[in-house]
């Protein structure tokens, strides 16, 4: 019985030494299909995105998202440095002509009754392919002021800005330098107009700017402008900012294409009724919202009836404050960002005074990364 008892064990210990062999043969077989697999798939996707036309679109659409945020100079490894060069030329040039055609549009003053029929500030959440955000409707244009920081070298959160000043709500407003995208948010970019006053002015020699703001009477100005017209037009609340993406009632942007990528947004736009539309637009956090282009904003202020509309500065600036808390979700990781600038709406615009924080100073002085 021992001596047949030892041959069973070793062709036992065998037939497991074989069954080890065939699974890691077959292990490093997936593995090799793996591989090949990846490999095949890679090679068609560099095919397709380098020689079809939807390859191509959807790496300008890359480009041109990456081009919006921190990191411009990453958009070269997708479409090349004189790719950018040209995309970036393209746009500007753009948007300069989107400035030029004279607004004609004109707008009806609620009167106080009216005003009283509908809440001052109305809050719409919205949603789309690619986006979740904001439109926040002002009825009463007169009602918004802008918002500086309150002391000399940095910025200020706009949620500071709005319980500060005791305003209802508030949205970010115009761009400002950001060196190396950690600015302290005190150095406007162009200028910036607050009570019917020129606070800042940092054009240098150029003679006109690109303005997104409000005149005495509520009526919203979007466009190119030197500041002896802004002054003649009695522009109370304005900022620098570009591109104006509706005039008379029609849009600008012909498609998606032309859209400026994909990011977070706010824009200022405004009806016939003379009611402010403001949309804010959270982008950059996958699962929640990638973000919206240029095309998407200006369809949205077009659904809500604008008749004129204007890009504000988006991004990681983007932020809606109402009754004290923020509604959106900055996509800064950092949360809320110091701005120079932000557009506030008050029940009693007439008591409120926002002193020139930068009364004194000459722009070319600032220090715009300064801590």
Same mark, same amino acid.
């Given at each position: ?5 030892? !041959? ?15 699974k ?11 591989? /090949? ?8 996707? /560099? ?11 959807f ?17 070269? %490894? ?22 030029t ?11 106080? /009754? ?18 979740h ?14 918002g ?15 319980s500060?000043?005791?305003?209802i ?13 950690k ?9 910036v ?45 304005? /900022?620098? *900012? ?26 200022m ?22 973000g919206?282009?240029? %095309? ?43 701005l120079?600038?932000? *557009?506030?709406?008050?029940?009693? !615009? ?22």
């Amino acid at each position: 019985m021992a001596q047949t008892a030892l !041959p069973k064990r070793q062709e036992t210990r065998a037939g497991r030494n074989r069954k080890k062999r065939t699974k890691k043969r077959g292990f490093f077989r997936f593995v090799y299909r793996m591989v /090949v697999t990846v490999l095949i798939l890679g090679i068609i996707g /560099v095919c397709w995105l380098f020689f079809t036309k939807s390859g191509e679109n959807f790496r300008y659409l890359a480009a041109d998202t990456i081009i919006t945020t921190q990191h411009r100079q990453w958009a070269k %490894y997708i479409i090349g440095e004189d790719e950018l060069n040209k995309r970036v030329a393209k746009y500007t040039q753009q948007f300069e002509q989107m400035g030029t055609e004279k607004d004609t549009h004109t707008i009806s003053i609620p009167t106080p /009754v009216k005003a009283e029929e509908k809440p001052l500030v109305q809050i719409e959440e919205i949603s789309g392919a690619s986006y979740h955000g904001y439109v926040m409707t002002v009825n009463d244009p007169t009602k918004i002021r802008l918002g500086v920081p309150a002391k000399v070298g940095k910025g200020e959160k706009v949620s500071s800005m709005v319980s500060r000043l005791g305003a209802i709500a508030g949205v970010n407003a115009g761009g400002f330098d950001d060196p190396n995208w950690k600015g302290n948010g005190f150095k406007p970019i162009g200028v910036v107009i607050s009570q019917g006053k020129l606070y800042y002015n940092g054009l240098g020699s150029s003679s006109s700017t690109q303005i997104v703001g409000i005149d005495k009477q509520g009526k919203m100005i979007a466009g190119r402008y030197t500041l002896n017209e802004l002054s003649d037009m009695n522009v109370q609340e304005a /900022v620098t *900012f570009q591109p104006r993406i509706i005039v008379n009632g029609k849009g600008q942007i012909k498609n998606h294409k032309d859209g400026w990528g994909i990011a977070p947004r706010t824009a200022m736009g405004q009806r016939s009724d003379g009611a402010i539309l403001f949309v804010v637009i959270d982008g950059r956090q996958p699962g929640y919202s990638i973000g919206a282009d240029l %095309y998407d904003v200006q369809n949205i202020m077009l659904k809500h009836g604008a008749v004129i509309a204007a890009n504000l500065d988006g991004g990681s600036s983007t932020v809606l404050v109402k009754d004290g808390d923020i509604l959106n979700k900055p996509s800064s990781q950092y949360g809320e960002r110091y701005l120079p600038t932000a *557009f506030l709406v008050f029940e009693h !615009p007439e008591n409120v005074t926002v002193p020139n924080v930068w009364q004194g100073l000459n722009p070319k002085d600032i220090d715009g990364g300064k801590k």
